[in-house]
């Protein structure tokens, strides 16, 4: 199994610009998660799936979308890149009730830079 | 007062050291209680994971849960430099709580653990 994988590894958008982060697992897992990670400043919850066509907000959805089509995909998609979105950003996913802990598992992540 | 609460450090310590990190919350409904270790440019990844009140050992590592105090520690027993990593504190209330069951985490910003030969 590769896990969770994200492409691209980095990027540099211009303000303004368009782009779609892809966030793929190969584990059957129900709930997958988009964070970014400012540094110093933990993980921060964008977006998360319980399940393919349904997703809900985080902490901090603005300037995000999602959607959820499959089990095994749930790409990020910012419309109008802004400075603040400098950031790195991971996808995770886990199990769904049964399992034996709350236990996340995440991509590599993308760095995205906007200038 | 933020829902968790981790002292970012730098924490650097020599080489066979006793390391302890922690985290303190304000929520009382969180039941889950976990450990994060991320290595630069990586993901991270989940080291140890304890459910209510108590201690957990796992070979070098003992995570330890104060639900009364609202405080949870990480130990980490002749410190190695590939334990070089930062180390983030991650909370969960129970599904019941969580309604829909997005068994959602509320990370500490993380301690960047440097540990020197």
């Known amino acids: 199994n590769a896990g969770v994988t994200q492409t691209p590894k980095f990027r540099i958008l211009k303000i303004g610009q368009s782009m779609t982060l892809q966030c793929t697992q190969d584990?059957?897992?129900?709930?997958m998660y988009w964070y970014r990670q400012d540094p110093g400043m933990g993980l921060k919850l964008i977006y998360y799936s319980v399940g393919a066509g349904i997703t809900d907000k985080g902490e901090v959805p603005n300037g995000y979308n999602v959607s959820r089509s499959t089990t095994e995909d749930f790409p990020l998609r910012l419309e109008l890149a802004a400075p603040s979105q400098t950031s790195v950003y991971f996808c995770?996913?886990?199990?769904?009730?049964?399992?034996?802990?709350?236990?996340?598992?995440f991509g590599p992540g993308t760095r995205l830079t906007v200038t | 007062q933020k829902e968790v609460e981790q002292d970012p450090g730098p924490l650097s310590v020599p080489e066979g050291a006793i390391v302890s990190l922690n985290c303190t919350y304000s929520?009382?409904?969180?039941?889950?209680f976990m450990w994060y270790r991320q290595y630069s440019r990586k993901g991270p990844e989940l080291l140890m994971y304890t459910y209510s009140s108590g201690n957990k050992e796992d070979g070098r590592f003992t995570a330890q849960v104060d639900k009364s105090s609202k405080y949870i520690s990480l130990f980490i027993r002749d410190s190695q430099p590939s334990d070089s990593a930062t180390y983030l504190c991650?909370?969960?209330?129970?599904?019941?709580?969580?309604?829909?069951?997005?068994?959602?985490?509320?990370f500490g910003k993380g301690t960047k653990l440097s540990v020197i030969p």
């Open positions: 929520n009382s409904a969180f039941q889950y």
């Open positions: 991650a909370m969960s209330p129970s599904a019941a709580y969580s309604g829909a069951g997005s068994y959602q985490l509320t």
């Open positions: 995770a996913s886990r199990p769904g009730t049964s399992g034996s802990s709350y236990e996340q598992y």
């Open positions: 584990m059957n897992h129900n709930y």
